[in-house]
Nanobody
Framework: VQLQASGGGLVQAGGSLRISCAAS????????MYWFRQAPGKEREFVAG????????SYVDSVKGRFTISRDNAKNTVYLRMNSLKPEDTAVYYC?????????????????WGQGTLVTVSS
């Protein structure tokens, strides 16, 4: 599967942004989907994950209550809605797909990765 992330940009602190990730292929619904991010000078970290149906999701503590992951299997797309953005949310955001069944764990190493989209939050 090929993944194409989009929707990043510059937003002021407290603002909102929705980023998207479009997947190729007809088997999108078979994949657990994830968002990771990498801030300058830091390691890549798990942000959110969602199971095949969209009925189960998980988040890193720092974004709980502010970010929402969702998916539309008919459109082969996964989304990350980000509210109440903070400067520390500034990072390149990557979507990823995993053939393994979703467990809710953040300790995953997905099989496929998109190219990333930059989100910059100004103070």
């Amino acid at each position: 599967v090929q993944l194409q992330a989009s929707g990043g940009g510059l937003v002021q602190a407290g603002g909102s942004l929705r980023i998207s990730c479009a997947a190729s292929g007809r088997t999108f619904r078979n994949y657990s989907m994830y968002w990771f991010r990498q801030a300058p000078g830091k390691e890549r970290e798990f942000v959110a994950g969602i199971n095949w149906s969209g009925g189960s999701s998980s988040y890193v503590d720092s974004v709980k209550g502010r970010f929402t992951i969702s998916r539309d299997n008919a459109k082969n797309t996964v989304y990350l809605r980000m509210n109440s953005l903070k400067p520390e949310d500034t990072a390149v955001y990557y979507c990823a797909a995993d053939r393994a069944s979703y467990t809710g764990s953040s300790k995953v190493l997905p099989d496929y990765w998109g190219q990333g989209t930059l989100v910059t939050v100004s103070s």
